[in-house]
């Protein structure tokens, strides 16, 4: 990725992606197809694309390079997604109930393996994150949870609980170096 970038969601005018040059404060593209709230993106840690979910029910791969759509997903609900730190595997978490593990490179022939959680029932994943050494994934939630879950087998590890959000807000949660 180019330093001194910005991506980010519109939601004022449209659903639109946009990538912005911070150094001069100029888009340097646009990112059109979702037609709903964009509620997850995330750069590849590697390469020049990204992922974007939407409340529209689909996760799109994006090249920085390109306006175009790289990949595309349906899904039943909600998206959250994340890349491995390799940037070979992304994960995709669904409807706050599972989460499908995608190898980038042929991501069009489904996952690789699903993970079947217990559905939230007071909230909906808001995030996902892998650490550092691709070992975990946290899943942020907007209720009053966070949870650690094994990225190899979907065991999930902890429960993260104590705190109170009545007010139904995403809550923000990472890792540690």
């Not at 306006?67 to 890349?83: D, E, F, I, K, W």
């Not at 029932?121 to 899943?139: A, H, N, P, Q, V």
Request: hydrophobic share 35%; proline share 5%; glycine share 8%.
């Amino acid at each position: 990725h180019a330093k001194n970038t910005a991506i980010h969601s519109s939601t004022k005018v449209d659903d639109t992606i946009r990538y912005l040059s911070l150094h001069d404060n100029k888009y340097i593209r646009y990112f059109h197809g979702h037609t709903k709230k964009v509620v997850t993106l995330c750069l590849s840690p590697v390469e020049d694309t990204f992922l974007s979910g939407s409340m529209d029910k689909t996760l799109r791969l994006w090249d920085l390079r390109s306006p175009n759509c790289q990949g595309l997903m349906h899904l039943s609900g909600r998206p959250v997604a994340a890349y491995d730190p390799e940037g070979l595997i992304f994960a995709a978490g669904v409807n706050s109930e599972s989460i499908k593990l995608y190898d980038l490179r042929s991501f069009d022939k489904g996952p690789f393996v699903t993970f079947k959680l217990n559905q939230e029932k007071e909230c909906d994943w808001t995030g996902l994150k892998f650490s550092r050494d691709g070992k975990t994934m946290l899943i942020s939630t907007n209720g009053s949870i966070i949870r650690l879950v094994d990225a190899y087998h979907g065991t999930p590890l902890q429960t993260f609980t104590g705190h109170l959000n009545n007010k139904g807000i995403p809550i923000e949660a990472s890792f540690s170096p």
